[in-house]
């Protein structure tokens, strides 16, 4: 089956939009099945770069892009992003765009709660990215959700409203926030309703008819598994399920369809937020890994946090997520070190781990045990076949595929689409 389903197999902004690009201008399809407008996805092409947060990537090469039921959906968010877009010349229409229409709707009074909590929480703050994600999967589980096919009922819409309201309205007051101002809410939803509507569809069809034809299906994920709200780094995760298994149950096609899982790891580790990082480094090397690897979040723009290469934390979102091979990324921002280091396990009150334990304390108490690598001076930017880069760059890249026990299938070395080693052919495997 030529399928391929992409996830994040650290906390995210592993490289992943430049990989999907690629491949998305060789799929037929590209649809997203989870998270919001907080991922954040850089295209360059040509040297003209895109930055996407909602819509597929796929959108920018012309392939149709769908976005699946499991994402939460900003109505605002999309038209700005599409119509960003579209003053970069791409050309978005209800041919190459379709939304499921029973997506959730992430509504101003989401954003608002997402900024309430985490101001109040002090030093237990997620360091969530503001838009209203998590508030937004709360009502879809609390079934009180607006979704994208009540904008074509906004006159039946009270029940619904009053449902969600309650709700709202007493976690306001505790704020000392006022009530939800319902008539300004479905003014702003009657505004926006049309716009949405046109893409509207149920996209679990339209991937019936899509699979049925033969087409190659990409599922792009967003997000990390460090981030799933069940496996990742809880309570300091997102809302959503971001492991491969949810790119079936967020687009409405099954768990026989999604193909190869191919896990984007970035050749070190970084992360945004508050959480445990078992391999940060608050030195001049980190900083200066930062720095070469422009480490600042497409979204919210905050530094991200930088560490090394954790073999251990990667091995174990390989097996939950069962990766079929990995894209390595960003290897070019090694360059120059003297040394590398590989975390390969983690110490505890005396005891080694070779896994990340489920309870926060102790995933911010691990030790990490480092390996030791020498590094290369050697530029691996731009290089485009294995025999290109220099022999510790290949020596590094061995080692970390045999401590994640998962094959390298891809490497990227710049930013640009087809500064690429292509070693396994993710549709063709
Ligand atoms: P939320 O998804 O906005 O609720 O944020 C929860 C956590 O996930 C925070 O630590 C965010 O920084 C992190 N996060 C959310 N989206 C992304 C992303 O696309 N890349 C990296 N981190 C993310």
Not at 26 to 54: E, P
Not at 61 to 86: C, F, H, Q, Y
Not at 193 to 213: E, G, H, N, T
Not at 252 to 268: C, D, E, M, R
Request: a negative charge; aromatic letters at 6%; hydrophobic letters at 40%.
């Amino acid at each position: 089956m030529a399928n391929v389903t992409v996830i994040g197999a650290q906390w995210g902004d592993e490289g992943k939009g430049k990989i999907v690009d690629w491949l998305a201008s060789r799929a037929d399809a590209v649809v997203r099945f989870q998270g919001g407008h907080n991922a954040g996805h850089t295209l360059v092409i040509d040297g003209k770069v895109f930055k996407l947060s909602l819509l597929p990537s796929g959108i920018v090469s012309g392939t149709m892009s769908m976005i699946g039921n499991g994402v939460v959906l900003d109505p605002w968010a999309l038209r700005d992003e599409v119509e960003k877009l579209e003053g970069q010349g791409v050309v978005i229409n209800d041919d190459n765009l379709a939304i499921a229409d029973n997506c959730p709707l992430i509504l101003p009074m989401h954003r608002d709660l997402d900024g309430l909590r985490e101001a109040a929480a002090g030093k237990g703050k997620i360091g969530t990215t503001g838009r209203g994600i998590g508030p937004a999967y709360e009502d879809k589980v609390g079934r009180r959700a607006i979704r994208v096919c009540d904008l074509a009922h906004l006159d039946s819409l009270d029940p619904q409203l009053d449902r969600l309201c309650a709700h709202h309205d007493a976690l306001r007051a505790g704020f000392d926030q006022p009530p939800v101002d319902r008539e300004a809410l479905i003014e702003e939803l009657r505004d926006i309703a049309d716009f949405v509507q046109r893409f509207a569809q149920p996209v679990w069809k339209r991937l019936k008819k899509v699979r049925k034809a033969g087409a190659k299906i990409l599922f792009e994920g967003a997000q990390g598994v460090l981030l799933d709200v069940d496996h990742g780094t809880y309570p300091f995760v997102t809302s959503s399920n971001t492991v491969s298994g949810t790119a079936a149950a967020g687009s409405g096609l099954g768990p026989n369809s999604t193909g190869f899982v191919l896990g984007i790891v970035k050749a070190y580790t970084t992360r945004v937020g508050s959480g445990p990082f078992p391999t940060e480094l608050d030195d001049e090397v980190g900083q200066g890994i930062g720095e070469r690897g422009h480490e600042f979040g497409t979204v919210t723009g905050r530094q991200r946090r930088v560490g090394w290469f954790d073999a251990v934390i990667v091995r174990q979102t390989c097996a939950i997520s069962g990766v079929t091979g990995i894209a390595l990324t960003k290897i070019d921002v090694l360059d120059g070190l003297d040394t590398v280091k590989i975390c390969t396990g983690y110490r505890l009150r005396g005891n080694v781990y070779d896994y990340l334990p489920s309870h926060a304390g102790e995933q911010a108490e691990v030790e990490p045990i480092y390996e030791e690598m020498d590094g290369w001076s050697e530029s691996t930017a731009g290089a485009r076949s294995f025999a290109d880069l220099p022999a510790n760059a290949i020596k590094y890249i061995q080692r970390v595929q045999e401590l994640i026990e998962c094959p390298v299938a891809l490497v990227s070395t710049s930013p640009e689409r087809d500064d690429t080693i292509l070693m396994r052919d993710p549709f063709v495997d």
